[in-house]
Nanobody, 126 residues
Framework: QVQLVESGGGLVQAGGSLRLSCVAS????????MAWFRQAPGKEREFVGR????????YYIDSVKGRFAISRDNAMNTMYLQMNSLKPEDTATYYC???????????????????WGQGTQVTVSE
């Protein structure tokens, strides 16, 4: 049974940092895109960033570029999201996801992803 489990969320003041982790189990994800999405109350799920299977091809939405960084440790089947200079608008539930890398697949859309975690809440106060 494949599982993705996020952790590391919490309450932080604006300007602070958090590091989220996503531990995968049930299979190896070395050949998979892994990504972070987020969803704020009343809003649609939003792509945050994704990383290729060999830690290449990192891609981020403009609003987090320079502040967030995704990394992964395939040996540990774990992905991380380092979030710095947090802003109140970063407040959301953050989800990790995974999908097998295939030709023509960008890994930028939630529709592409097969596996999802349960989410971890990040709240950034003023």
């Amino acid at each position: 049974q494949v599982q993705l489990v996020e952790s590391g969320g919490g309450l932080v003041q604006a300007g602070g940092s958090l590091r989220l982790s996503c531990v995968a189990s049930g299979r190896t994800f070395s050949g998979y895109f892994m990504a972070w999405f987020r969803q704020a109350p009343g809003k649609e799920r939003e792509f945050v960033g994704r990383i290729g299977w060999n830690s290449g091809s990192p891609y981020y939405i403009d609003s987090v570029k320079g502040r967030f960084a995704i990394s992964r440790d395939n040996a540990m089947n774990t992905m991380y999201l380092q979030m710095n200079s947090l802003k109140p608008e970063d407040t959301a539930t953050y989800y990790c996801s995974a999908v097998m890398v295939r030709r023509g697949r960008s890994g930028l859309s939630a529709d592409e992803y097969d596996y999802w975690g349960q989410g971890t809440q990040v709240t950034v106060s003023e």
